[in-house]
């Protein structure tokens, strides 16, 4: 997911933060393995903001477990070290 203004490769937000201004600010992990660090909301890609702004959370699975049909979302039973149900994107 790279884009914003320096060309940010982030993996993952971590967490946020409000500045005094109004603006905010995201500690973020990278695609490249560089150390986590705080940066402007202008460096993080849109559709990463809103992923964060949603409550979406990203992991690594090591297997499917189980798929189901909920109306009209497909969720997968994953193991990520430990087994919980994530919905279809």
């Known amino acids: 997911m790279c884009s ?3 060309l940010l490769c982030v ?3 971590l967490n946020a933060r409000r500045r005094d201004d109004g603006s905010r600010e995201f500690l973020v992990s990278f ?3 560089a150390d986590d ?3 402007d909301e ?3 890609a849109p559709d990463v903001i ?6 979406v959370e990203y992991a690594v699975a ?4 189980d798929i189901v049909q909920v109306g ?3 969720r997968f039973k994953v193991c990520t070290g430990f087994h919980t149900w994530a919905p279809h994107t």
Not at 50 to 55: F, I, K, M, S
Not at 62 to 65: A, F, L, M, Q, T
């Open 4 to 6: 914003g203004r320096r």
């Open 11 to 13: 993996a993952q937000i």
């Open 31 to 33: 695609e490249d393995g």
């Open 37 to 39: 660090e705080w940066v």
């Open 42 to 44: 202008a460096d993080v």
């Open 50 to 55: 809103e992923d964060w702004d949603a409550g």
């Open 62 to 65: 090591r297997e499917v477990v």
């Open 72 to 74: 009209t979302e497909r």
